[in-house]
């Protein structure tokens, strides 16, 4: 088997920053470049190994600690501004993914960059979130009618609304999963145990394994992968982070059974210990293995997402890494819709690129 | 240069590969001044080639690779070498955070340097052309690099990108100077590059200090003026000219006060080149008296 590219034997063990030659950090900064990772690696040299950082890499992992810097002030800022539009209509602040790793100041939020900020909300009350949003600046970007219902009807989330003076997204869900998916985690369930984070008031972020598991459910159900290894980075931070917590493993495992998410997190726990290292119990694994897919399937995802989980550089590209990144595109439309839905999506999606509109 | 050339253009090292001959022999024609490098490491790792399928055969075109990774659409084969100017300095633009970037030509004498933000077409180029073959030393015509801590101004001497009627009148102007072969019916029309004076490119490794901020403004027949520009109109002129200077916070507007602290600041109308010129010299001799 191949030697893992760097980037991921440096998340693996960052202490091995202080033996990498000229040509391991000039593919280090390439890789971690491709994967929207230099500020974490960055950090982690910063704090495993400062006086061995390549004095050619140094700039790049100060401009990109700069940036990052900037991207959790602008969170912050916009963590503050929808809080106030939501409490005008009485509803809490929940946030999803990065903006709530920053909220609860996780290591996951350590040099991350951000795209949007996701926040849930319950059902019955998301056109109320819409409407306080709208009076605060915010109006959704998504302008065909088609784009609207798929949104409306099909997706767990309303169209993006983006700020009209700061440009900022919030994408406002009311589950973590479409509702076409044939997975239905129940949204109440979530948000009843969210939890408040202390100096925050009316702020909330998912219970730690929910949050675990919502991390877990996106990655294994993203079409797009080329930030995968960044997501599954999180993944695995945030199991070191809550690994101590009494009961964490077996809640964790109860909980995606209760959530219909056994398998997702079964791929969270196989991935991020075989290409991360991260210290899930062996019990755990074990029990896990009850979520695992029949063995022919287990083997070509392992095949796949071995593949499309490595940065998408052409170091890491063995000649098959495209490929797999196209199954796993498909599998993932196919996970959130029926068939026939899917048809019909595609089936739009390709009149419209044939009238040349996309 | 299909294995990669690594060549140093100010703070950065490039690594450039590419089988496309026009490619090839622009590069030896205008970066023949500049410090070879050896590998393995490089800053930016781009690469010019042919796109993959069936098109090749139709219509020849050119892709710009960066590390891997296209960012922008193919364009006509005889545009690849534009297209690598383009390209690497959008790697910079968008991969060097360090700094920050403004897009704007910036030349040095006497240890000042002149800042020249301005729109496409204003005649920045132009101008930048005339001045470093008239006792001003290039710093980049078309990335301002500055450096945070000081606000110093990193040079990052490439060719100078000249377009539509400014070839001809900067080939007339500047005769001895080499250019590249003029490519038409690009995005931005007719361009051709000039390669950076040998002087500046040996001395790419010292800074410079601001010393002027002039948004410049070609006006065929206009008289020659210079209006002083208050230093808050032009912080934020300036700032709407930055790539990056939103992305950066705090850090980005530290950077530019130190340089509007530091520069005196005017609006710049020329038509002559001449007199451009020697509007130029006389800021520079009435810094030296001060």
């Known amino acids: ?358 | 240069m299909a294995d990669g050339v690594y060549f140093r253009t100010g703070t950065f090292i490039a690594c450039l590969r590419t089988r496309i001959e026009r490619v090839a022999a622009s590069f030896s024609l205008l970066y023949s001044d500049y410090p070879l490098q050896d590998g393995p490491y490089a800053d930016f790792h781009v690469e010019l080639a042919p796109p993959r399928g069936l098109r090749r055969w139709l219509r020849p075109q050119v892709d710009f690779i960066a590390d891997g990774h296209a960012p922008f659409a193919a364009l006509p084969a005889d545009q690849a070498f534009p297209m690598f100017e383009w390209g690497l300095n959008w790697c910079v633009s968008s991969q060097a955070q360090h700094y920050l970037i403004i897009h704007a030509a910036v030349v040095e004498k006497n240890g000042r340097a002149a800042i020249l933000p301005a729109p496409p077409g204003s005649g920045k180029s132009t101008l930048c052309a005339a001045l470093i073959h008239h006792g001003w030393r290039l710093l980049s015509d078309e990335l301002t690099l500055i450096r945070r801590d000081d606000a110093a101004l990193i040079p990052l001497p490439r060719p100078v990108s000249l377009k539509n009627a400014s070839i001809d009148v900067i080939k007339r102007y500047v005769p001895h100077a080499t250019f590249s072969p003029s490519v038409t019916d690009t995005v931005k029309g007719t361009v051709a590059q000039m390669k950076a004076p040998a002087n500046s490119i040996e001395r790419a490794d010292q800074a410079a200090a601001p010393g002027w901020i002039v948004f410049p403004r070609y006006e065929a027949n206009a008289t020659l003026a210079l209006t002083p520009v208050p230093r808050s109109r032009a912080f934020m002129r300036v700032a709407d000219n930055a790539f990056n200077y939103t992305r950066l916070g705090a850090a980005g507007f530290e950077a530019l006060k130190g340089v509007v602290a530091h520069s005196d600041c005017y609006d710049f109308r020329y038509s002559v080149l001449d007199e451009a010129v020697a509007a130029f010299d006389r800021l520079a001799s009435q810094a030296g008296n001060r």
């Not at chain 1, 700039?59 to 912050?76: I, Y």
């Not at chain 1, 900022?168 to 985690?185: F, G, Q």
């Open chain 1, 1 to 358: 088997m191949k030697a893992a590219p760097v980037l991921v034997r440096v998340l693996r063990d960052p202490e091995c920053l202080r033996r990498l030659s000229l040509a391991d950090w000039d593919l280090l900064l390439r890789q971690a470049r491709a994967t929207q990772l230099i500020a974490r690696v960055a950090l982690l040299a910063q704090h495993h190994a400062p006086d061995a950082i390549a004095p050619q890499v140094a700039p790049h992992f100060e401009g990109a600690l700069l940036v990052a810097q900037r991207h959790r002030e602008a969170v912050e800022w916009e963590i503050a501004q929808i809080g106030q539009a939501l409490d005008s209509v009485g509803l809490p602040l929940i946030l999803l993914k990065g903006a709530a790793y920053v909220a609860a100041e996780a290591p996951a939020a350590r040099g991350r960059s951000f795209a949007d900020i996701d926040i849930l909300v319950p059902r019955a009350r998301i056109n109320q979130a819409e409407a306080a949003l709208m009076l605060h600046g915010w109006a959704t970007s998504h302008h065909s009618a088609y784009d609207d219902r798929y949104y409306r009807a099909w997706m767990h989330e309303l169209p993006p609304m983006q700020h009209g003076r700061r440009m900022t997204v919030v994408d406002v869900h009311h589950a973590i999963l479409p509702t076409t998916a044939s997975s239905k985690p129940d949204s109440a369930k979530l948000i009843a145990a969210a939890r408040a984070l202390p100096g925050r008031p009316g702020v909330l972020v998912l219970a730690q394994v929910d949050m675990v598991i919502h991390s877990a459910c996106h990655l294994f159900h993203e079409e797009e992968l080329e930030k995968g290894l960044r997501d599954l980075s999180d993944l695995d931070l945030l199991l070191r982070e809550f690994a101590a917590l009494p009961g964490f493993w077996s809640d964790l495992l109860a909980r995606a059974s209760e959530l219909d998410l056994e398998r997702p997190v079964f791929y969270a726990l196989r991935f991020s210990t075989q290409l991360l290292g991260t210290p899930v119990p062996p019990a755990t694994l074990q029990a896990a293995a009850r979520f695992a897919p029949p063995a022919p399937t287990r083997r070509l995802m392992d095949a796949l997402y071995g593949r499309a989980l490595l940065p998408q550089h052409p170091s890491c590209d063995d000649g098959l890494a495209a490929l797999a990144r196209r199954l796993l595109f498909v599998r993932a439309h196919w996970l959130r819709m029926p068939p026939g839905l899917l048809a019909r999506h595609l089936a739009h999606k390709a009149a419209l690129a044939v009238r040349g509109e996309e």
